[in-house]
């Protein structure tokens, strides 16, 4: 790696980077055109050596494979094989070094919610994906579900407040049947970023009760999340409800995120509030909108 992915990797400047290489604290070869490079065993002893950032040594003998996977991620944009790593990790019961690795993300990435989020959903999805083909037992499953729960907990409440509230609220949950609750404790990460009040109503929530904590907070936001695939009379029911209380249209924005039926996104993009989102890019790229709007 070149000596500002180092940088990258250690929270430091460059030239802080090429001075320890220089007094010969950290390990470095020179390429034929007199460039340093950096290989990821030279930059683990460093960090074991230092013994900073000591969180991640917390990852034991798996560092040396961490710090190769942000290599990758930062010269090529790939997050593949960090996914990896933190699924096996997990599967392999090794709590500290999958919460070594996610806070150090965070202090690579503070606030960024479009670079660790990707990596969370595509974590879930690999572990979803390893249990439908019976790779993994339901008490796996489960097991690690939390762990990627625990995650964007832990996310949330490391969220760099914003310098000020926006004065909005946003309802954020998951619909009727919907048990797993990822995607939408990623949305509420969203919102807070961007200065919102969020009041979070958590998993298979009724119907009924998104209309009513709309009512009761005043939202300005109400966002849906739904991950199992639904049918046409499923989100009936749910829309319905929500349009019952407002006999005028809707007095909030409404966001329907994920697997909705056709029926559901058709709806939603004849009206003028509500609006079918199908990834966290669409989400984000919709919220910053309302935000430029308002300057």
Not at 37 to 57: G, M, N, S, T, V
Not at 255 to 272: F, H, R, T, V, Y
């Amino acid at each position: 790696m070149t000596t500002k992915t180092a940088a990258h990797i250690l929270q430091i400047h460059p030239s802080s980077v090429k001075r320890f290489c220089a007094l010969g604290e950290l390990g470095s070869d020179v390429t034929s055109g007199g460039h340093r490079r950096i290989h990821a065993h030279h930059l683990a002893a460093f960090i074991e050596k230092r013994q900073d950032p000591l969180f991640l040594l917390g990852l034991h003998s798996a560092l040396e494979q961490y710090v190769d996977c942000l290599r990758i991620y930062f010269e090529r944009h790939d997050s593949d094989e960090l996914v990896e790593l933190l699924f096996d990790l997990a599967f392999e019961g090794k709590d500290d070094g999958f919460f070594a690795a996610v806070q150090h993300l965070m202090k690579l990435f503070p606030g960024q919610i479009l670079v660790y989020g990707p990596i969370l959903m595509s974590l879930l999805r690999h572990v979803e994906r390893d249990y439908e083909r019976q790779d993994l037992t339901i008490a796996d499953e489960h097991r690690i579900s939390q762990l990627i729960r625990d995650a964007c907990i832990l996310c949330y409440f490391d969220l760099p407040s914003p310098a000020k509230s926006n004065g909005q609220t946003a309802i954020v949950g998951c619909a009727q049947r919907d048990t797993h609750d990822i995607s939408a404790l990623i949305t509420r990460i969203v919102f807070k970023s961007r200065g919102y009040e969020v009041r979070y109503l958590g998993a298979d929530v009724p119907n009924e009760d998104f209309a009513r904590e709309a009512k009761r907070w005043n939202a300005d936001v109400v966002c849906i999340s739904r991950t199992l695939p639904s049918g046409p009379g499923e989100d009936r029911n749910l829309i319905q409800s929500l349009f019952a209380t407002a006999k005028d249209g809707l007095n909030y924005e409404l966001i329907l995120g994920g697997a909705w039926s056709e029926w559901a996104q058709s709806l939603a993009k004849n009206q003028d509030k509500a609006h079918p989102v199908s990834n966290l890019y669409q989400l984000v790229n919709l919220v910053a909108s309302w935000d430029q709007e308002k300057v």
